[in-house]
């Protein structure tokens, strides 16, 4: 059970912690606005203050988490080995091993705070914020496709010469059916319309069914039908992943290797990402506490500085090996986890040298 000196440390974890987002996120906010000064002024005030730093607060703070981890933990613990706090818990019998206890219950607390807000509740607020930087700030939107060819159910292959988003329309579409690698049917149009999820209607159509060596066609000017597709399959823009919860992220991968996709690595990684960033929670709080346990001359301002050196360089890592996974050259899984498994062999050492020293 925890004891009072843990409830201590887990409130001095989670006190610093909160304290260091809060003024990482002042700080933030002033870039930004500076930044962004003219598509603000542009934009209603509401949509500015609910839309976008309501919802982007949460979203760049839970982005830099490892970062406001590993600051925190530098932090009090170098102010506890400072004041010789740490040498008074261990000569007092607590081992170093003990002490590690309430680090890893703050970093659990951390870990699945993070969780939840990237996997459940962060996505459907990028929603709102994503639209509002497309609309006032710069438009990264994808609203033209061309050359579109996917698998839309078993046996069934959709092909559209262009796509236009912005009148949801499609152009010189058809639509294969296959049976044992024959051609059993096929629906051209000059046009198709997308109405609600699935609901399709196409225009100026002709329907050739083969049975045998006969051919039997059909043909109309408007007809109203289901289709398994729509337009996010085939228009993916950069931040599309960013919007979706971990379920729908799953779904969607899922849904688009069925279908052939291959431009759905930004989703894979996404989807890592959220655990692997879990992980950082528990392997740079060993790390912290293990380089700021002692007291070294010049105070903690030397711990700090290598505690940001380490922070930072992992932050880099991880956007360096995302990128090895989007050209290919690694799995989405390894790509994200790869910082991890090199800093837990950091840690371990660190670890090891601060628990006999």
């Known amino acids: 059970m925890l004891k009072r000196l843990d409830w201590y440390i887990i409130k001095k974890f989670l006190g610093t912690y909160i304290f260091a987002i809060v003024l990482i996120l002042a700080i933030t906010i002033m870039f930004d606005i500076n930044e962004k000064l003219d598509s603000f002024l542009k934009a209603p005030l509401d949509a500015t203050i609910f839309d976008y730093f309501l919802n982007f607060l949460p979203y760049f703070a839970n982005q830099f988490s490892p970062l406001f981890t590993f600051i925190a933990v530098i932090f009090f613990t170098s102010k506890l080995a400072d004041n010789s706090e740490i040498i008074a818990m261990l000569a007092s019998g607590v081992s170093f091993k003990r002490l590690m206890l309430p680090y890893m219950v703050s970093a659990a607390v951390i870990a699945a705070s993070s969780y939840v807000l990237s996997a459940y509740i962060i996505p459907p607020a990028n929603v709102e ?10 438009n990264k939107r994808v609203d033209y496709g061309s050359n579109i060819q996917m698998k839309v159910a078993p046996g069934q292959i959709a092909y559209m010469s262009r796509y236009d988003n912005t009148t949801k329309t499609g152009y010189k579409f058809s639509l294969e059916s296959f049976e044992d690698k024959k051609l059993v049917s096929r629906l051209t149009a000059q046009t198709i319309k997308w109405d609600t999820l699935y609901q399709w209607q196409v225009r100026d159509y002709m329907i050739r069914d083969f049975k045998g060596a006969r051919e039997e066609i059909q043909k109309g000017k408007r007809l109203d039908t289901i289709i398994t597709i729509e337009p996010r399959d085939f228009l993916i823009a950069k931040n599309d992943h960013e919007m979706m919860t ?11 290797k069925e279908r052939g996709v ?3 690595k930004s989703f894979e990684i996404e989807d890592e990402r959220r655990f692997a960033m879990c992980a950082a929670a528990f392997i740079l709080t060993i790390i912290g506490m293990s ?25 880099l890592f991880s956007t360096v090996t995302s990128t090895f996974a989007i050209s290919g050259l ?9 910082p991890n498994f090199i800093y837990i062999i950091i840690a371990v050492i660190l670890y090891r040298k601060a628990s006999v020293g």
């Open 330 to 338: 690694t799995s989405p899984f390894i790509a994200m986890w790869i």
């Open 129 to 138: 914020r994503i639209e509002y930087t497309n609309t006032y700030v710069k």
């Open 246 to 256: 971990s379920p729908q992220l799953k779904e969607y991968i899922s849904r688009q």
């Open 291 to 315: 380089l700021s346990s002692k007291k070294v001359k010049g105070g903690m301002g030397i711990n700090i500085g290598i505690g940001l050196v380490l922070s930072f360089s992992y932050i």
């Open 262 to 264: 291959a431009n759905i």
